[in-house]
């Protein structure tokens, strides 16, 4: 049996489909900014980590802004399945889907560790990728004020109310990522939040 023979199994077993590709590419972009830094992620050196040719990341993110886009999307898909299913196994009160949000939120970005406030702040880097994230914090707010809501006494939640309930869950989220505060005591004080937040709502709807 000749040594290419012997190289030639191997070889195909690292074949990867287009979508087992991806997937890859992005764990490797996760761990370069997890590792090294979010400035430190750049099409080359993703290449380089993920040891492929240049020309088949760009094949999937052409841009740099693109994999720091995707890179967000990969961390709001999975916030909102964790998110979906805490609510559909949650009891219907104010307090438990309070709780839920409160959890659901700070476990995702203490999952995701250091990385997704690097890549949140990078978001800011330029308007296109700054809309990005402003949709889907939209969304975000949005899936909150339908859960919320049967418990507002008018039936409304202000949208200030539900845009200071996302900056505080960023806030304590990151807080609790970087080991100010535990993940208890944010989960807490966002939970509190929330539940604060419906009832001003109401006491202020005419």
Not at 59 to 82: G, K
Not at 92 to 113: E, K, M, N
Request: glycine share 4%; proline share 5%; charged share 25%.
């Amino acid at each position: 049996m000749s040594s290419i023979e012997l190289k030639e199994p191997a070889r195909l077993r690292q074949r990867l489909s287009r979508q087992g590709r991806r997937l890859q590419l992005m764990e490797v972009a996760w761990r370069i900014v997890r590792e090294e830094g979010t400035d430190a992620l750049t099409l080359p050196r993703l290449a380089e980590q993920a040891g492929v040719a240049k020309p088949v990341v760009y094949d999937h993110f052409s841009t740099r802004p693109v994999l720091l886009a995707a890179l967000y999307q990969d961390f709001d898909s999975r916030q909102t399945a964790i998110m979906d299913a805490a609510l559909q196994s949650s009891t219907p009160t104010l307090a438990d889907r309070a709780a839920v949000i409160a959890s659901s939120y700070v476990d995702c970005v203490l999952l995701q560790g250091r990385e997704i406030p690097g890549v949140i702040a990078a978001l800011a880097s330029s308007p296109e990728l700054e809309r990005i994230k402003r949709d889907y914090e939209v969304i975000f707010m949005e899936k909150c004020r339908l859960a919320l809501v049967p418990f507002a006494e008018a039936r409304h939640i202000a949208l200030p109310g539900l845009w200071a309930m996302l900056g505080a869950a960023e806030a304590l989220s990151n807080a609790a990522a970087s080991g100010d505060i535990t993940a208890a005591e944010a989960k807490d004080e966002l939970s509190g939040t929330i539940v604060a937040m419906v009832a001003r709502g109401s006491a202020r709807r005419p």
